[in-house]
């Protein structure tokens, strides 16, 4: 039978997820992204060259690995056409593309309705990529939405988008923002439809069918835990779940599949865009680890927020997608750093939480509490195995395992996918 590994984000994204999945896409004969849209980046670094992704999957490198845009997702054929062309200037010209027949569309309105919403938030704004993420979510909930499949059929699509323009021109002219023509954007969608249609399909079919046969099959998810809809620091959140719970839903396929849920998070911790961050840090130790981490967002470029490993979090992330093992990332840049620290609980009125409040208002009082371990000098980017590792970073490892309750099975020493150190025998087999 088939080995099936799904790889989350385990705190507020932009953990290394991309590095995780090509390491692993080496060896996949199938890679599936479930859920979000091209708001969520991630870089992948080999051969000294480094790509950059938005919403396709990060098995497009390997030309046997077949890659799948499941219907879980929110799909900006646009965005996916501008980033085939970006592959294609680097080199990367063979490969094997799907695209759910069932995924949502995001549509040009999309991105105008997000922005201008975004802005009537003021000080409460949440601090979205403006890509029209949210607003497709809703059309879809709303079911006013269009989908991929809906461009193979012209009358239907047809059909569909003058549904949608009725009612979304309406919400624009009340926010005083423009229209939207139904010949020019049935034009482009119909065109859009020529280059892509070829790709969409009964994704369901497809992996269902790779899952029946001895094939290794990873769940890519995007975004981070920390930004669930459902269980993450809410409103201060994307519009899916990055769950690996949501892998069934967002990829059609039953729970039964899921063999293994490996749980990527940094060495310490990071957040884009607004919320509480109760192991923030600031001044000369969050600028030193946030260049030395380039720390920068794929998508927008916005500087990320710096905070110590939470243990908390970890936790909370581990119960709900069942994680096996964590990845352990950009573990290299903490070297140098005289102390590190661990943050194993928070404080809130006086009293010590061990996983985090629901309310975005409690958990903005909470403070970390810490735990402090020696750092270390040397440089880690060329060892091989933990047992190259300086004894201070290893009990690093160790005292994560202890306080979260999950073995490291990875550690990554350097953005290179040959710089990655696989400890648990289920991964080094996959």
């Known amino acids: 039978m088939s080995q099936r590994l799904v790889v989350i984000g385990s705190q507020w994204g932009d953990e290394g997820k991309g590095k995780m999945t090509d390491?692993?896409?080496?060896?996949?004969?199938?890679?599936?992204?479930?859920?979000?849209?091209?708001?969520?980046?991630?870089?992948?670094?080999?051969?000294?060259?480094?790509?950059s992704l938005q919403s396709i999957p990060s098995g497009i490198f390997?030309?046997?690995?077949?890659?799948?845009?499941?219907?879980?997702?929110?799909?900006?054929?646009?965005?996916?056409?501008?980033?085939?062309?970006?592959?294609?200037?680097?080199?990367?010209?063979?490969?094997?593309?799907?695209?759910?027949?069932?995924?949502?569309?995001?549509?040009?309105?999309?991105?105008?309705?997000?922005?201008?919403?975004?802005?009537?938030?003021?000080?409460?704004?949440?601090?979205?990529?403006?890509?029209?993420?949210?607003?497709?979510?809703?059309?879809?909930y709303s079911r006013v939405g269009l989908r991929m499949g809906d461009l193979l059929e012209p009358e239907y699509f047809a059909e569909r988008l003058k549904a949608a323009l009725d009612v979304k021109n309406r919400e624009l002219k009340m926010l005083g923002l423009p229209e939207f023509d139904f010949k020019e954007v049935y034009d482009q969608y119909m065109e859009i439809a020529g280059k892509i249609g070829h790709m969409i399909t009964d994704t369901s079919k497809l992996i269902n069918d790779t899952l029946l046969t001895d094939a290794k099959v990873l769940f890519e998810g995007a975004q981070g835990m920390m930004l669930c809809i459902d269980h993450g620091t809410y409103p201060f959140v994307t519009s899916s779940t990055p769950s690996a719970a949501s892998v069934p839903v967002?990829?059609?396929?039953?729970?039964?599949?899921?063999?293994?849920?490996?749980?990527?998070?940094?060495?310490?911790?990071?957040?884009?865009?607004?919320?509480?961050?109760?192991?923030?840090?600031?001044?000369?130790?969050?600028?030193?680890?946030?260049?030395?981490?380039?720390?920068?967002?794929?998508?927008?470029?916005?500087?990320?927020?710096?905070?110590?490993?939470?243990?908390?979090?970890?936790?909370?992330?581990?119960?709900?997608?069942?994680?096996?093992?964590?990845?352990?990332?950009?573990?290299?840049?903490?070297?140098?750093?005289?102390?590190?620290?661990?943050?194993?609980?928070?404080?809130?009125?006086g009293e010590i939480l061990d996983t985090p409040p629901s309310t975005i208002s409690r958990l903005a009082k909470c403070k970390p509490v810490l735990i402090e371990l020696d750092g270390w000098k040397e440089d880690i980017t060329g060892a091989?195995?933990?047992?190259?590792?300086?004894?201070?970073?290893?009990?690093?490892?160790?005292?994560?395992?202890?306080?979260?309750?999950?073995?490291?099975?990875?550690?990554?020493?350097?953005?290179?996918?040959?710089?990655?150190?696989?400890?648990?025998?289920?991964?080094?087999?996959?």
């Open 23 to 51: 390491y692993f896409a080496c060896r996949a004969d199938m890679v599936v992204r479930y859920q979000g849209g091209n708001n969520a980046g991630h870089s992948v670094v080999f051969d000294g060259k480094k790509y």
């Open 62 to 140: 390997n030309p046997r690995t077949v890659n799948v845009m499941a219907n879980g997702m929110v799909v900006n054929p646009v965005s996916v056409i501008a980033e085939l062309d970006r592959l294609h200037q680097q080199g990367v010209t063979d490969y094997q593309l799907f695209i759910s027949n069932r995924a949502a569309m995001v549509m040009p309105w999309h991105s105008a309705l997000d922005g201008a919403y975004e802005n009537m938030k003021g000080e409460s704004l949440i601090g979205t990529t403006k890509k029209g993420i949210g607003p497709a979510y809703s059309d879809k």
């Open 250 to 349: 967002g990829a059609g396929i039953s729970p039964k599949w899921i063999d293994n849920v490996l749980g990527v998070a940094k060495a310490y911790c990071t957040r884009v865009g607004e919320g509480p961050f109760p192991t923030e840090l600031f001044g000369d130790i969050a600028h030193e680890i946030r260049e030395r981490g380039h720390e920068y967002g794929t998508v927008t470029g916005r500087p990320r927020r710096i905070g110590w490993f939470d243990a908390v979090v970890a936790r909370y992330v581990a119960r709900l997608s069942g994680i096996d093992n964590w990845a352990l990332m950009l573990f290299d840049v903490l070297s140098g750093l005289d102390k590190v620290s661990i943050c194993t609980g928070y404080e809130c009125d």
């Open 384 to 430: 091989k195995s933990f047992e190259e590792l300086p004894e201070a970073a290893k009990a690093y490892v160790r005292k994560i395992e202890e306080v979260t309750g999950v073995p490291v099975g990875m550690i990554s020493v350097g953005p290179d996918r040959t710089q990655t150190i696989t400890v648990a025998n289920e991964l080094k087999n996959f």
